[in-house]
């Protein structure tokens, strides 16, 4: 989504959302004793992937404000925006406002989904009248020999 900034856009955050909610939606497998331990790998090695996204991420953004050189580079966040004060309160990621857009932009990917799912389940599917295939009397007595 953004270019030059890998690991903020729309699918690396819902691949880490996603991979943080698996132990949460294994956790009644292992009530109902339907859990596995080649589950519970799968569910760390995603964890660990999404783990180190974050951190490599947070690197990122120090090695690019050190890069740049300057103490004083004020973060470009949705706090700024609301409030002059409460964005002086803010963390000081330069990251905050191409995160908040991924955030904004996947809420509304996956809203627009769940409603299109609710309007396709109101709707009734249409009735399709299809004539019986007519079936000559050769094919009929070959189907009837197999």
Known sequence: MFAGLPGVGVGTLFY???????????LPRVFQGT???????????????AVGIIVTVMFAEKVMLWVLGDKQI??????????GELGAHASGTILAAPIMASILLLAGVLMSVELLRV??????????????PEIDSSTATALARD
């Open 35 to 49: 859990s596995s331990i080649e589950n519970w790998k799968l569910i760390l090695r995603q964890m660990f992937y």
């Open 16 to 26: 880490i959302l996603i991979a943080f909610w698996m132990p949460f939606r294994e």
């Open 74 to 83: 004020k973060p470009f966040s949705p706090a700024t925006w609301m409030h």
């Open 119 to 132: 309007v396709m389940s109101l709707r009734k599917p249409a009735q399709v009248d299809r004539p019986e």
